[in-house]
């Protein structure tokens, strides 16, 4: 179970990471779902959701819950070994902090520079 919990939590970085150069992309080729605003709200609240954690000092409740599962296991298997290589990294929390806040920054401002299309009416 804590491998599908890293799995989502995989998932999830890659959505808030991959979704901003998809919308960039995106808009310069033309493709007109990066302007849906059901998925411009949920990344925007995505990237914001990271940046609030980590500037209240709050543990993702992945990874808390992926250490839960975990236990104090000292074997790590296959998909939780490569999946944490590439998640998780040996610096300062500041330098997440930073990096945090600077991307939701370019998150806010793709949301203002590429718009999303406003809702369609119901008629």
């Known amino acids: 179970m804590a491998d599908i919990i890293l799995v ?9 990471v991959g979704g901003l150069p998809l919308i960039w992309v995106g808009n310069w080729i033309g493709v007109s779902f990066v302007r849906n605003r ?7 609240a995505a990237i914001l959701y ?3 954690e980590s500037l209240l000092g709050v543990v993702c409740p992945l990874t808390w819950l992926e250490d839960a599962l975990r236990g104090r296991a000292t074997e790590t298997g296959f998909i939780e070994r ?7 990294h040996d610096l300062p929390e500041w330098v997440f902090l930073v990096a945090y806040v ?5 998150v806010v401002i793709t949301f203002r520079l590429i718009p999303p ?7």
């Open 82 to 88: 490569w999946l944490h290589l590439i998640l998780f």
């Open 102 to 106: 600077f991307f939701a920054l370019l």
């Open 117 to 123: 299309q406003p809702r369609r009416s119901s008629r």
């Open 50 to 52: 990271v940046t609030a």
């Open 8 to 16: 989502i939590h995989f998932l999830f970085v890659l959505f808030v």
């Open 38 to 44: 059901r998925f411009r709200l949920t990344h925007l």
